[in-house]
Protein backbone atom coordinates (compact mmCIF):
# COMPACT_ATOMS: atom_id res chain seq x y z
CA UNK A 1 0.00 0.00 0.00
CA UNK A 2 0.80 3.63 -0.31
CA UNK A 3 2.09 5.50 2.38
CA UNK A 4 1.80 9.08 3.90
CA UNK A 5 2.37 11.40 1.79
CA UNK A 6 3.89 14.91 2.52
CA UNK A 7 5.14 17.62 0.77
CA UNK A 8 7.12 19.62 0.55
CA UNK A 9 10.62 17.83 2.25
CA UNK A 10 12.46 21.11 3.17
CA UNK A 11 11.23 24.36 3.61
CA UNK A 12 13.14 27.54 4.23
CA UNK A 13 11.40 30.96 4.90
CA UNK A 14 12.13 33.81 6.86
CA UNK A 15 10.03 34.62 10.21
CA UNK A 16 6.61 36.57 9.54
CA UNK A 17 6.51 34.76 6.22
CA UNK A 18 3.97 32.04 6.22
CA UNK A 19 4.02 28.44 5.10
CA UNK A 20 2.11 25.52 4.38
CA UNK A 21 1.97 21.82 4.53
CA UNK A 22 0.42 19.24 2.68
CA UNK A 23 -0.14 15.53 3.86
CA UNK A 24 -2.07 12.61 2.55
CA UNK A 25 -2.65 10.06 4.55
CA UNK A 26 -2.91 6.12 3.67
CA UNK A 27 -5.89 5.38 1.84
CA UNK A 28 -9.01 3.92 4.25
CA UNK A 29 -7.21 5.65 7.15
CA UNK A 30 -9.67 7.78 8.84
CA UNK A 31 -7.46 9.63 11.54
CA UNK A 32 -4.93 11.83 10.40
CA UNK A 33 -2.15 13.80 12.98
CA UNK A 34 0.00 16.48 12.44
CA UNK A 35 3.00 16.55 15.13
CA UNK A 36 5.75 18.88 15.64
CA UNK A 37 9.40 17.52 16.36
CA UNK A 38 12.27 20.10 17.38
CA UNK A 39 15.54 18.68 17.40
CA UNK A 40 16.60 16.29 20.44
CA UNK A 41 12.73 15.68 21.52
CA UNK A 42 9.93 13.17 20.85
CA UNK A 43 6.62 14.28 18.34
CA UNK A 44 4.25 17.01 19.70
CA UNK A 45 0.67 16.73 18.96
CA UNK A 46 -0.12 19.62 17.28
CA UNK A 47 -3.77 17.92 15.85
CA UNK A 48 -5.86 15.23 15.58
CA UNK A 49 -8.65 14.49 13.13
CA UNK A 50 -11.43 11.86 12.79
CA UNK A 51 -12.49 12.24 9.04
CA UNK A 52 -13.21 15.78 8.93
CA UNK A 53 -13.97 16.75 12.71
CA UNK A 54 -11.17 17.80 14.63
CA UNK A 55 -10.05 15.29 17.99
CA UNK A 56 -7.70 17.20 19.78
CA UNK A 57 -5.99 20.68 18.84
CA UNK A 58 -4.95 21.34 22.21
CA UNK A 59 -1.77 21.96 21.69
CA UNK A 60 -2.01 23.72 18.22
CA UNK A 61 -0.54 27.58 18.71
CA UNK A 62 -4.06 28.62 17.08
CA UNK A 63 -2.48 32.33 16.81
CA UNK A 64 -0.64 31.59 14.38
CA UNK A 65 -1.20 27.78 13.35
CA UNK A 66 -4.34 26.47 11.55
CA UNK A 67 -5.21 23.10 9.92
CA UNK A 68 -7.71 21.62 7.55
CA UNK A 69 -8.74 18.41 6.49
CA UNK A 70 -12.19 19.31 4.34
CA UNK A 71 -13.05 16.58 2.63
CA UNK A 72 -11.44 13.91 5.53
CA UNK A 73 -9.12 12.72 3.05
CA UNK A 74 -6.19 14.96 2.72
CA UNK A 75 -4.73 17.66 5.19
CA UNK A 76 -2.99 21.41 5.02
CA UNK A 77 -1.02 22.75 7.94
CA UNK A 78 -0.29 26.36 7.63
CA UNK A 79 1.57 28.80 9.80
CA UNK A 80 1.36 32.63 9.76
CA UNK A 81 3.83 34.08 10.86
CA UNK A 82 5.98 31.89 11.44
CA UNK A 83 9.12 32.49 13.99
CA UNK A 84 12.36 31.20 14.92
CA UNK A 85 11.13 28.45 17.33
CA UNK A 86 8.82 26.88 14.57
CA UNK A 87 12.25 25.45 12.58
CA UNK A 88 11.20 21.72 13.46
CA UNK A 89 10.10 18.67 11.50
CA UNK A 90 6.26 18.45 10.55
CA UNK A 91 5.13 14.77 10.92
CA UNK A 92 1.84 13.82 9.44
CA UNK A 93 0.36 10.46 10.67
CA UNK A 94 -2.34 8.62 9.83
CA UNK A 95 -4.12 5.41 11.29
CA UNK A 96 -7.66 3.14 10.69
CA UNK A 97 -10.24 4.66 13.37
CA UNK A 98 -8.16 4.83 16.49
CA UNK A 99 -8.70 2.61 19.28
CA UNK A 100 -5.57 0.33 19.01
CA UNK A 101 -4.21 1.09 15.49
CA UNK A 102 -0.85 2.07 15.48
CA UNK A 103 0.66 5.31 13.49
CA UNK A 104 2.38 5.55 9.98
CA UNK A 105 4.24 8.84 9.29
CA UNK A 106 5.18 10.20 6.43
CA UNK A 107 8.57 11.57 5.50
CA UNK A 108 7.99 14.71 7.14
CA UNK A 109 8.67 18.54 6.20
CA UNK A 110 11.79 19.72 8.12
CA UNK A 111 10.97 24.13 8.07
CA UNK A 112 13.76 26.30 9.24
CA UNK A 113 12.74 29.89 9.82
CA UNK A 114 15.38 32.47 9.68
CA UNK B 1 5.77 15.67 35.34
CA UNK B 2 5.71 14.63 31.52
CA UNK B 3 2.94 12.44 30.36
CA UNK B 4 5.33 10.04 28.84
CA UNK B 5 8.62 9.89 30.27
CA UNK B 6 12.42 7.94 29.12
CA UNK B 7 16.16 8.03 29.81
CA UNK B 8 17.57 9.80 26.64
CA UNK B 9 21.09 8.26 26.74
CA UNK B 10 22.82 7.30 25.29
CA UNK B 11 22.89 3.73 26.06
CA UNK B 12 26.44 2.45 24.32
CA UNK B 13 26.76 -1.23 23.72
CA UNK B 14 28.54 -3.71 22.34
CA UNK B 15 27.26 -6.19 19.18
CA UNK B 16 25.75 -9.14 20.78
CA UNK B 17 24.89 -7.00 24.21
CA UNK B 18 21.51 -7.27 25.65
CA UNK B 19 20.32 -3.90 26.43
CA UNK B 20 16.55 -2.87 27.96
CA UNK B 21 14.57 0.43 28.14
CA UNK B 22 11.97 1.56 30.46
CA UNK B 23 9.39 4.40 29.66
CA UNK B 24 7.26 5.37 32.40
CA UNK B 25 3.68 6.75 32.03
CA UNK B 26 1.55 9.39 34.27
CA UNK B 27 -1.91 8.60 32.45
CA UNK B 28 -3.55 5.26 34.56
CA UNK B 29 -6.06 5.24 32.01
CA UNK B 30 -3.73 5.02 29.28
CA UNK B 31 -4.95 1.88 26.94
CA UNK B 32 -2.63 1.29 24.75
CA UNK B 33 1.29 1.81 24.05
CA UNK B 34 4.07 1.18 21.09
CA UNK B 35 7.74 1.37 20.67
CA UNK B 36 8.29 3.64 17.88
CA UNK B 37 12.12 3.47 16.28
CA UNK B 38 13.34 6.51 14.11
CA UNK B 39 16.37 6.42 12.41
CA UNK B 40 18.50 9.89 12.28
CA UNK B 41 16.25 12.40 10.13
CA UNK B 42 13.91 10.11 9.01
CA UNK B 43 10.59 9.90 10.14
CA UNK B 44 9.54 7.32 12.88
CA UNK B 45 8.45 3.55 12.58
CA UNK B 46 6.39 1.38 14.11
CA UNK B 47 8.67 -1.32 16.22
CA UNK B 48 5.90 -3.16 18.21
CA UNK B 49 2.78 -2.64 19.65
CA UNK B 50 3.03 -3.19 23.68
CA UNK B 51 0.20 -5.87 25.13
CA UNK B 52 -0.99 -6.39 28.28
CA UNK B 53 0.63 -10.05 28.07
CA UNK B 54 3.55 -9.23 26.73
CA UNK B 55 4.65 -9.79 23.29
CA UNK B 56 7.77 -10.98 21.37
CA UNK B 57 9.15 -10.20 17.81
CA UNK B 58 12.53 -11.80 17.23
CA UNK B 59 14.85 -10.60 19.01
CA UNK B 60 12.68 -7.63 20.49
CA UNK B 61 10.18 -8.35 23.39
CA UNK B 62 8.08 -5.86 24.90
CA UNK B 63 6.51 -6.04 28.82
CA UNK B 64 4.11 -3.37 30.09
CA UNK B 65 3.53 -3.04 33.50
CA UNK B 66 0.17 -1.27 34.59
CA UNK B 67 0.88 -1.56 38.35
CA UNK B 68 4.00 0.30 38.23
CA UNK B 69 2.83 2.35 35.14
CA UNK B 70 5.76 1.62 32.88
CA UNK B 71 6.51 -0.57 29.89
CA UNK B 72 10.14 -2.08 29.14
CA UNK B 73 11.64 -3.04 25.60
CA UNK B 74 14.69 -5.63 25.45
CA UNK B 75 16.34 -6.16 22.63
CA UNK B 76 18.85 -9.33 22.48
CA UNK B 77 22.34 -9.83 20.68
CA UNK B 78 22.30 -6.42 19.11
CA UNK B 79 23.31 -5.80 15.61
CA UNK B 80 25.17 -2.50 14.75
CA UNK B 81 21.71 -1.98 12.98
CA UNK B 82 20.00 -1.15 15.79
CA UNK B 83 21.43 1.86 16.66
CA UNK B 84 18.88 4.17 16.38
CA UNK B 85 16.77 6.22 19.02
CA UNK B 86 13.46 4.57 20.47
CA UNK B 87 10.60 5.91 21.21
CA UNK B 88 7.91 5.22 24.05
CA UNK B 89 4.28 5.77 22.90
CA UNK B 90 1.26 5.57 25.34
CA UNK B 91 -2.36 6.22 24.06
CA UNK B 92 -4.30 8.47 26.70
CA UNK B 93 -7.74 10.02 26.39
CA UNK B 94 -9.20 11.06 23.10
CA UNK B 95 -7.37 8.69 21.55
CA UNK B 96 -4.36 10.78 21.80
CA UNK B 97 -0.46 9.67 21.50
CA UNK B 98 1.41 10.71 23.20
CA UNK B 99 5.03 10.40 22.65
CA UNK B 100 8.14 10.19 25.25
CA UNK B 101 11.42 12.27 24.28
CA UNK B 102 13.46 8.83 22.47
CA UNK B 103 15.94 6.65 24.21
CA UNK B 104 19.03 6.60 21.58
CA UNK B 105 20.98 3.27 21.64
CA UNK B 106 24.31 3.10 20.15
CA UNK B 107 25.88 -0.58 19.28
CA UNK B 108 29.29 -0.43 18.57
CA UNK B 109 31.19 -3.29 16.66
Known amino acids: EAGVAQSPRYKIIEKRQSVAFWCNPI?????LYWYQQILGQGPKLLIQ????????DSQLPKDRFSAERLKGVDSTLKIQPAKLEDSAVYLC????????????FGNGTRLTVT | RKEVEQDPGPFNVPEGATVAFNCTYSNSASQSFFWYRQDCRKEPKLLMS???SGNEDGRFTAQLNRASQYISLLIRDSKLSDSATYLCVARGGFQKLVFGTGTRLLVSP
Open chain 1, 93 to 104: ASSLQGGNSPLH
Open chain 1, 27 to 31: SGHAT
Open chain 1, 49 to 56: FQNNGVVD
Open chain 2, 50 to 52: VYS
